[in-house]
């Protein structure tokens, strides 16, 4: 049985079943959550027998260090971590004021398409177990030895495509037992898939909703992201109100801000307009990270400026966010296309022929 993302009660219901006492259960998981010790053998308060029991019918998954970059400022560290089947997935550490904040992947590649991003360049490869999502954030708290404050699910993947696992993942993490991680310190960010968010919003986890938004009107998101063509900005707005009355959470716009594509004057106005009656919003405006792979750029610090100062004329929160991590490559995918280029790695051309994408299922539907 995989051990890692199992909480205290099927823990304890597995053990139960095979003859340990229960409360052997509790020992194991602070081995694991808050001394990360995760080779049974050194597990020493457990007795011989029960060690070697766990070693034959139990593992602990923790994902491998491919490679890693750390920014100059050693504020936020990305690590490209494979898993068992040689699928990679990155997970980035940011060091923010209030604490350590982790983002994690929710899937090898994504479906999506999304223009912007280097994440879907090979299509969605497969879902993230719930443990390998677990998995990223324990590799960083054994790493620092300090404790994990708080959680961003925004690396590679669309989320709620992936709702069970992703779900289940949060609610571990929320576990006293394990990272103790107040749902609070939960943000979500969806492309808004509008079923899901009404799902979400019945879950009883009160995290924070970022919406991908990236356009005033349905015309630019299409071009910009194919879901766009799936879902109406406005059936995506109004789950993301039901989201917010259900949970009382503030939302989140996230607005990539490419130049010549979404980010005039005209569309700051429009913006503007589109989300000053959102109930209790923030938008935050991103500067595009274009590179050799992502043909795009983004608008000088000046027109970022202006647009920000026309969303905030409507009576709206707005938000430039600080670049991190663009000193390695911090948008999600590029380190691990840098990685594949420069290595020979024979998981990830199987990984690119395997890939599907959006746009591609979109096309056979129709
Ligand atoms: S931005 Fe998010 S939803 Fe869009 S392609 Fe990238 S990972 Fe997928």
């Known amino acids: 049985m995989e051990l890692l993302g199992k909480n205290l009660g099927e823990i304890q219901s597995f053990l139960v079943e095979h003859k340990f006492p229960k409360f052997r259960a509790k020992q194991l ?24 029991w766990l070693k034959e019918h139990c593992k602990i998954s923790i994902p491998t260090i491919v490679t890693e970059k ?29 604490g350590n904040s982790v983002c994690v992947s929710s899937q090898v590649g994504c479906a999506m398409g999304c223009i912007f991003c280097a994440s879907t360049t090979g299509g969605l490869y497969r879902n993230l177990e719930t443990h390998e999502i677990v998995g990223q954030v324990l590799l960083f708290g054994a790493l620092l030895k300090e404790r994990i404050h708080s959680i961003v699910v925004m690396g590679a993947g669309e989320p709620l495509q992936n709702y069970k696992n992703t779900i289940q993942a ?73 989201y917010y009355e259900k949970t009382d959470r503030r939302v989140t716009f996230e607005y990539i801000l490419i130049d010549g594509v979404n980010s005039s004057i005209a569309q700051a106005h429009e913006l503007g307009e589109l989300v000053k009656d959102f109930p209790n919003c923030n938008v935050n405006l991103i500067p595009v990270n274009g590179n050799e792979h992502i043909h795009l750029f983004k608008p000088s610090k000046r027109n970022t400026e202006a647009f920000k100062n026309i969303v905030a004329s409507y009576g ?16 999600c995918g ?33």
């Open 316 to 331: 709206v929160s707005v938000t430039v966010r600080k670049e991190m991590g663009d000193a390695i490559q911090a948008a």
């Open 70 to 98: 750390t920014a100059p400022d050693g504020q936020t560290k990305k690590l490209l971590l494979r898993f068992a089947d040689n699928n990679q997935v990155e997970t980035v550490l940011m060091k923010q004021h209030y």
């Open 29 to 52: 998981m602070d081995y694991i959550y808050k001394r990360y010790i995760f080779d049974f053998d050194d597990m020493m308060q457990l007795p011989e027998t029960m060690r070697n």
């Open 170 to 242: 949060l609610r571990f993490l929320h576990e006293k037992e394990s990272f103790d991680i107040g749902y609070r310190r939960m943000t979500l960010s969806t492309c808004g898939i509008v079923e899901n968010i009404y799902l979400l919003a019945d879950e009883g986890i009160p995290i924070t909703l970022a919406l991908s938004l990236h356009a005033p009107n349905d015309t630019v998101r299409r071009e910009i992201m194919p879901i766009g063509g799936y879902y109406e900005l406005a059936d995506v707005l109004d789950a993301v109100k039901t």
């Open 334 to 366: 590029q380190l691990k296309i840098q990685h594949a280029k420069s290595s020979d790695s024979n998981a990830t051309d199987t990984e690119e022929k395997s890939g599907t994408r959006l746009a591609e299922e979109m096309a056979k539907k129709q």
